[in-house]
């Protein structure tokens, strides 16, 4: 079965500072993994994924994620987190002709 | 259409009533998923479409949930006599079957039970 966990139910950073979203997941087969954002009363956005090659993936608003398979983790990183990063992130994963399935979610809050 | 389309966008209906809810997902796109969301909270799954068969359907909450899928394309989520703690909003995303590629996420329907 599959599996994403996102060990952390908030995360708070001040305003350029680094920011940093958890995220490990369970997965037969290859994995195939993606992170997805929600601002407040909107649908989800696609932030970025991982299918193959280059272990560090860019993505949308300044945002990249590092696939590491030894510790089947895909973390979220930006440098410097701005106020309007603070939203609903999900992690999610799938294998091949297989469902996907999301974490729990991480609320992030950048102050000022 | 250009991306995932849901119907209606908002719902009230009365406790007991049925209600169904629309996905138009990407045109071509094989995979469709259903899920349920709380106020504030996260995803919760509920069912998977590939073409027309529903490999997994085990987050449907109850037997009042049911959905279907034609020629590949729309489907409907019906739930029978609704309870207030259906109350949330549905989201609907497609992608294709190459696996390859990220789900669109429809805007949702807000359903408020009543």
């Known amino acids: 079965a599959q599996s994403v966990a996102q060990p952390e139910d908030q995360v708070n950073v001040a305003e350029g500072n680094p920011l940093t979203v958890k995220c490990t997941y369970s997965?037969?087969?290859?994995?195939?993994l993606f992170w997805y954002v929600q601002y407040p009363n909107r649908g989800l956005q696609f932030l970025l994924k991982y299918i193959t090659g280059d272990n560090l993936v860019k993505g949308s608003y300044g945002f990249e994620a590092e696939f590491n398979k030894s510790q089947t983790s895909f973390h979220l990183k930006k440098p410097s987190a701005l106020v309007s990063d603070s939203a609903l992130y999900f992690c999610a994963a799938r294998s091949n002709d297989y469902k996907l399935s999301f974490g729990a979610g991480t609320t992030v809050t950048v102050r000022a | 259409g250009a991306g995932v389309s849901q119907s209606p966008s908002n719902k009230v209906t009365e406790k007991g009533k049925d209600v169904e809810l629309r996905c138009d997902p990407i045109?071509?796109?094989?995979?469709l998923y259903w899920y349920r969301q709380s106020l504030g909270q996260g995803l919760e799954f509920l069912i998977y479409f590939q073409g027309n068969s529903a490999p997994d359907k085990s987050g449907l909450p109850s037997d009042r949930f049911s959905a279907e899928r034609t020629g590949g394309s729309v489907s409907t989520l019906t739930i029978q006599r609704t309870q207030q703690e259906d109350s949330a909003v549905y989201l609907c995303a497609s992608n294709g079957r190459a696996g390859l590629t990220e789900a669109f996420f429809g805007q949702g329907t807000r359903l408020t039970v009543v």
């Open positions: 045109s071509g796109h094989t995979a």
């Open positions: 997965v037969s087969g290859n994995p195939y």
